[in-house]
Nanobody, 123 residues
Framework: QVQLVESGGGLVQAGGSLRLSCATS????????MGWFRQAPGKEREFVGA????????YYADSVKGRFTISRDNAKNTVYLQMNSLKPEDTAVYYC????????????????WGQGTQVTVSS
């Protein structure tokens, strides 16, 4: 069982930056691929990006590519989402997720989810 706790959300002006953190429990963090998703009001939860368990490769949705960066610190059991050049359309609740299977874009690829952290970008 893995528990995930996101932090770092908040209110930021367009063009600003935020860094989200997702701290995990357990001693097997390095065996998990980690994903970030977001859900805006009235919309479905969508894939933002992921970092693989095996080689640390990262993958991003086209909507955030070049602006968001995912990194992981296996010593701290934490994954990060650095968000730069934020836009009002980035406003959403952001979730991290974990899977011991290969990473993927679909929600059902992930077995564990955090409670989410709100990111609001004002124009």
């Amino acid at each position: 069982q893995v528990q995930l706790v996101e932090s770092g959300g908040g209110l930021v002006q367009a063009g600003g930056s935020l860094r989200l953190s997702c701290a995990t429990s357990g001693r097997t963090f390095s065996t998990y691929s980690m994903g970030w998703f977001r859900q805006a009001p009235g919309k479905e939860r969508e894939f933002v990006g992921a970092v693989s368990r095996s080689d640390g490769m990262t993958y991003y949705a086209d909507s955030v590519k070049g602006r968001f960066t995912i990194s992981r610190d296996n010593a701290k059991n934490t994954v990060y989402l650095q968000m730069n050049s934020l836009k009002p359309e980035d406003t959403a609740v952001y979730y991290c997720a974990a899977t011991q299977r290969a990473w993927g874009l679909a929600l059902n690829k992930y077995d564990y989810w955090g409670q989410g952290t709100q990111v609001t970008v004002s124009s």
